[in-house]
């Protein structure tokens, strides 16, 4: 195969640093001593592990990073990826005791990274994960009273914030990746400032030390917002990354990541790894079905090929597996989506192969969707993938866009909070007792999204109608304890009224981990076949109900499942999830109960939350969503497919080449009236009764 980039044995340009210098800043220069002789360094002992620290960029000036952040409330970190900021800055602070005996605090967008970070930083500090170092992320906390360095993911801090505003268990909190701009860690901006004021001027508490840290963010604008806080630009890498570029434009970038794994893998000696950086489960599953085939072929050269997946939705169990070591003489190659782009070291991998594409979140306010979205990724997104190359010895990345493709991409990816829906965001924010509009913010969402929030918020009962400023009922605060989108928080909520308690826990738990169905490459009749059993005429809702009731009750879980072809590690997880809503509702008192066959009550239930989620059909066969008068037709995928019933709720509307419901069910027109009375007039079908 011939190269897209020219010729790869290093005679294209080498790009370097992508770090724009700040206006003002403290800059520590770094001069690092490249050791690297082309092999990844073996951690498994504690010298060596001890030796590899040393060799960080950062322990060098751990002294002078320390005398910065002793100094100073707030500190903004800005040092190259790899450099050692997320695993050695609370190691440092932690041996110094800056924190006292409380906690360091320490966030990251994604839990994979979260926990990754937590199982190197113990081991690096020779303990088990749970003691002086532990981790918390949705549905798991690995911590103990002994534990001083908690990493976690940021929507577990926020959540912590719900009980204690001035997170008075941390004196450090460290934000770390902020260039990623979720939702959460622009909230936490928000909160941690407000937190150290607070703390600042009520003597009786310890200060609040915040520290913000990215290999790619835009300095200034974080600096400003904190009060002028000083940016310590931390100069120097390990091993350097060499970026190559596509000659010229690719028409379709699967296929130019296909061409270029196989490219580097008939070059690269075995022992040099490839994380590919795609967008989605989809196209990662169909690429790797690919690639085992190719591999199958007997003109296929290069050494025996281990393929890997990761995306979120994957079992988090399954997601740590790409981080184990394959075998002396195969290589490993991960197929991930954004999950593996920042913080995340994979030993082993040497070849990036990047598809400049990612699938983002956005929120359109015409039709009041949050849809996903493929689309060109950030240039601080291209650097972040880039960092995952030459973590342990030099390495190279390979674009599969061109250098000028490159140019025209957006500096920094547009904040989460001015691209999604945002009742959660609110329903969050109010159980903390802040103001969503005068909430300070890094950047502000437009008013009219917040009070769009607002409105729905109000329609779930979550928030008082009457009341002057926007203030949670007794409701709204139980469903801000729910880990959950609010409807879904409200659903389970009502399932007691109709005394389903046990069947809306688990239809939720399994619409938490996405697809509980595995394609592959088996026959669709076989699989069809396999499904019908489940399939309920009533739709998808109670087909997952039938689904999970099976499972949890089949002794050979893993084998039923794949007789079946469901996805047992999801069903797994499903299950982990289930046991921690039930606890959830049993701390909140709530009445478990069956409603044995009853499935009419189930979906009437999932009806209290997701009432705007409804849609009629119309002469033409096609469904009108009753809140947003979109036009859409049931997803291929239902158990309703086929089936024209007068109206139905859904759980998730797509957009593909077209508009389509997801997860469909049945609704009687006569439930409308006796659910939601304030929203029935919109219902054409419901007129007659
Ligand atoms: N799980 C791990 N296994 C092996 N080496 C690791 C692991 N985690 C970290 N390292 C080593 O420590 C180095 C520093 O990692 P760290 O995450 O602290 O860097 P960073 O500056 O925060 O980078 P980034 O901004 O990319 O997150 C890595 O480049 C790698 O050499």
């Known amino acids: 195969m011939e190269s897209k980039y020219g010729n790869l044995n290093g005679k294209l340009p080498n790009i370097n640093s992508p770090m724009k210098r700040p206006s003002s800043e403290i800059t520590i220069n770094i001069h690092t001593k490249k050791f690297n002789d082309g092999k990844s360094q073996d951690t498994s ?3 060596q592990l001890l030796e590899q620290r040393k060799s960080l960029p950062v322990y060098k000036v751990r002294k002078r990073i320390l005398e910065e952040i002793n100094k100073h409330a707030t500190l903004i970190v800005i040092g190259e990826t790899g450099s050692g900021k997320t695993t050695q800055i609370p190691h440092f602070i932690h041996n110094a005791q800056l924190a006292g005996n409380m906690m360091i605090g320490i966030t990251q967008p994604r839990r994979v990274a979260a926990v990754t970070i937590a199982q190197r930083v113990a081991q690096e500090m020779h303990c088990t994960v749970g003691g002086t170092v532990g981790y918390c992320v949705r549905f798991e906390d690995s911590t103990s009273p002994a534990t001083k360095l908690k990493f976690m993911t940021d929507g577990m801090l926020l959540r912590e914030a719900m ?16 260039h990623e701009r979720t939702v959460n860690t622009d909230i936490l901006f928000g909160i941690v400032k407000k937190a150290q004021v607070y703390r600042a001027e009520h003597r009786s508490l310890a200060p609040l030390k915040v520290i913000v840290m990215s290999a ?31 000659l010229k434009p690719q028409d379709d970038y699967c296929f130019a990541c296909l061409v270029t794994i196989f490219q580097i893998h008939k070059e690269a000696p075995a022992s040099e790894d490839i994380l590919v950086f ?39 169990n399954k997601q740590l597996e790409v981080f184990n070591a394959t075998a002396a003489g195969t290589r490993k190659v991960i197929l991930s989506t954004n999950i593996a782009e920042t913080s995340v070291t994979i030993s082993g991998v040497k070849h990036v192969v990047d598809s400049g594409m990612v699938k983002a979140r ?28 030459g973590r342990q010895s030099n390495g190279a990345c390979y674009r599969v866009y061109t250098k000028l493709e490159f140019d025209g991409m957006m500096k920094n990816t547009v904040p989460e909070i001015q691209r999604c829906g945002l009742s959660g965001v609110v329903l969050q924010l109010l159980a903390i007792g802040i103001d969503p509009v005068e909430f300070d913010l890094l950047d502000k969402p437009q008013l009219g999204s917040i009070i769009e929030a607002i409105n729905l918020l109000q329609q779930l009962g979550a928030i008082d109608k009457n009341a002057e400023t926007p203030i ?12 959950l989108d609010p409807r879904f928080a409200k659903v389970i909520l009502s399932a007691s009224d109709f005394d389903c308690l046990e069947e809306v826990l688990s239809v939720v738990a399994v619409l938490s981990v996405d697809t509980i169905y595995v394609s592959g490459n088996s026959s669709k009749e076989a699989v069809t076949e396999a499904r019908r059993k489940f399939m309920s005429p009533t739709g998808d809702i109670i087909t997952y109900l039938n689904i999970y009731r099976c499972y949890s009750n089949t002794k050979n879980r893993k ?25 959830l509702c049993q701390s909140n008192n709530m009445r478990f109960s069956s409603s044995g066959s009853n499935h009419s009550k189930v979906i009437m239930a999932f009806l209290t939350g997701l009432f705007m989620n409804t849609a009629e059909l119309q002469q033409n066969k096609q469904y009108i969503t009753v809140a947003t008068r979109q036009l859409t037709s049931i997803h291929p995928s239902s158990a309703m497919f086929g089936s024209l019933p007068p109206c139905v709720l859904y759980t998730e509307m797509v957009q593909t080449n077209k508009c389509y419901l997801r997860c469909v069910s049945q609704i009687d027109p006569g439930w409308l009236v006796q659910i939601i009375p304030n929203y029935a007039h919109l219902y054409t079908s419901s007129r007659n009764f």
Not at 278 to 302: V, Y
Not at 559 to 583: G, I, M, P, S
């Open 216 to 246: 790619t963010m835009d300095v200034d604008h974080f600096s400003n917002y904190f009060n002028k806080a000083p940016i310590l630009y931390l100069e120097g890498r390990q091993y350097t990354v060499d970026i190559y570029h596509a």
């Open 278 to 316: 795609l967008t989605g489960q989809e196209e990662i599953e169909s690429m790797c079905s690919t690639i085992r085939a190719i591999l199958k072929d007997p003109q296929c050269k290069g050494p025996p090929m281990k393929v890997c997946v990761l995306y979120a939705t994957l079992n988090p």
């Open 45 to 47: 002992n504690s010298v």
């Open 362 to 389: 956005f929120y359109k306010p015409s039709t009041g969707l949050n849809m996903l979205r493929v689309q060109s990724i950030s240039q601080a997104q291209a650097w972040q993938r880039a960092g995952r190359a």
């Open 163 to 178: 009980l204690d505003e001035h997170l008075k268990s941390y004196n450090v909190i460290i934000l770390d990746e902020a």
């Open 472 to 483: 949670l009922t007794d409701l709204g605060k139980k469903m801000a304890q729910f880990p």
């Open 559 to 583: 084998k039923w499942c794949f007789e079946n072809y469901l996805n047992f590690w999801n069903l797994e997880y499903a299950h982990e999830v289930r046991t921690q809503l039930k606890d």
